[in-house]
């Protein structure tokens, strides 16, 4: 079986920062693309930031210049550093990942973590 569990979140004053986590764990054979994805109150689930296995990057329009994703294939990992945090960042913040296990290597899947709150708010 194959897990995603985000860590990092929780309450920061606007303009602050938050760095968020996002590990696979299990029987992971290789990744393809890892993201961040945010489901404010009331709102529908949008695609933050996403990075593919050749690194290359893509950004919502709202968080360029203030977001930077990065990723460590080496721990199946990654991160989410979110600077200049403004009370719309509010959200559940979720990592998804299209990945092969060991299991099914002929078929790569889409995996979603359960999320992490990000509050910010003075």
């Known amino acids: 079986q194959v897990q995603l569990v985000e860590s990092g979140g929780g309450l920061v004053q606007p303009g602050g920062s938050l760095r968020l986590s996002c590990a696979a764990s299990?029987?992971?054979?290789?990744?393809?693309?890892m993201g961040w994805y945010r489901q404010g109150p009331g709102e529908e689930r949008e695609l933050v930031a996403s990075?593919?296995?050749?690194?290359?990057?893509y950004y919502a329009d709202s968080v360029k210049g203030r977001f930077s994703i990065s990723r460590d294939k080496a721990k199946n990992t990654v991160y989410l550093q979110m600077n200049s945090l403004k009370p719309e960042d509010t959200a559940v913040y979720y990592c998804?990942?299209?990945?092969?296990?060991?299991?099914?290597?002929?078929?790569?899947?889409?995996?979603w973590g359960p999320g992490t709150q990000v509050t910010v708010s003075s």
């Open positions: 998804d990942a299209d990945l092969r296990a060991w299991s099914s290597l002929d078929i790569e899947k889409h995996y």
């Open positions: 299990g029987s992971v054979y290789s990744i393809n693309r």
């Open positions: 990075i593919t296995n050749s690194g290359a990057t």
